[in-house]
């Protein structure tokens, strides 16, 4: 549950986070967003759940995000890159200080 | 200024034990029974499941298990009475000794000692913390005994896995094909204009 709960906070804030960047299709974002994060934060909480260093998987989450905002978003890597950082600083932050 | 250094004092052996009860955040206990395989080839004799001090009790084994119940910081072994020498009576609160009777090492020891009780499982698994994140479901140990030797190793362990699989699986494969399914879409359409 905790898990299932982790998600839907991490996908809510990225998406807040793109619809801020983006500004356009929010629906089309939110879906993204549920995509993203249904492939990254799984993979991540397996990840931490057999200890591996928290900032090395935070690392791999913002690059396969950045890749998958540029694709998806249909925008340019510095962009996507931009997005990916600030979604998984504003993500990954509470979890590191509250949950961990 | 004497009693808050007492209190830091106190506080400074207290808070270690405090902490002691507390699980890691994150982290959950995992259940782990432990079975007997060949409990019916002993029918003159009673089992018993001994848990040690800090927090020691002793309990009737009904069945080829022994109860998780046991203090996590607490060593638990399995004892072989002879059936003639153990009241039932004293077994008759949920099939729990009263604590009063071995409520230090010493009272158990004598206690054990008193039955001659002979001990067939030795520091049994029966607690471990896992993340919240672990696959791990429980774990089952199955132990053969012999009066004559206390086994402390399992002869087979079996660790189930719960549903946490699919979640680690599933979700981010079914999210991969959707993405690839809808960049190969968009890229089709891209060439077809």
């Known amino acids: 549950m905790q898990l299932v709960f982790s998600l839907i906070i991490t996908l809510i804030l990225e998406f807040i986070v793109y619809s801020i960047a983006i500004r356009k299709k929010y629906f089309s974002l939110l879906a993204y967003s549920i995509l993203i994060n249904s492939l990254t934060n799984p993979l991540a909480n397996f990840f931490y759940g057999i200890n591996y260093n928290f ?35 504003l993500s990954a932050l509470p979890f590191a200080f509250f949950f961990r | 200024m004497k009693k808050a250094i007492l209190l830091i004092f106190l506080a400074s052996f207290i808070l270690p034990f405090v902490n002691a009860d507390i699980i890691t955040p994150g982290y959950h206990p995992l259940l782990i029974n432990n079975y007997i395989t060949n409990i019916d080839d002993f029918p003159d004799y009673y089992f018993l499941q001994v848990c040690n001090p800090p927090m020691p009790h002793i309990s009737l084994i009904k069945s080829n298990k022994t109860s998780p119940y046991c203090y996590k910081f607490s060593q638990l072994d399995v004892y072989a009475v002879k059936k003639d020498r153990l009241n039932l009576q004293d077994f008759k609160n949920g099939g729990y000794l009263n604590e009063k009777k071995i409520s230090t090492d010493e009272n158990l020891t004598n206690y054990l000692n008193g039955l001659g009780a002979v001990r067939v499982l030795e520091n049994l698994e029966h607690y471990k913390t896992v993340p919240d994140s672990s696959i791990e479901k429980d774990i089952n140990n199955y132990y053969t005994i012999n009066i004559t030797q206390p086994n402390i190793e399992p002869n087979k362990t079996i660790k189930n896995k719960n549903n946490l699989v699919y979640y680690y699986i599933f979700i981010p494969l079914i999210a991969i094909i959707i993405v690839v399914l809808l960049l190969l879409k968009r890229r089709k359409n891209a060439v077809s204009f």
């Open chain 1, 55 to 89: 900032l090395i998987i935070e690392l791999f989450v913002f690059i396969i995000e950045a890749f998958l905002i540029k694709f998806l978003v249909s925008t340019n890597y510095k962009k996507a890159i931009i997005i990916s950082l600030i979604a998984n600083l």
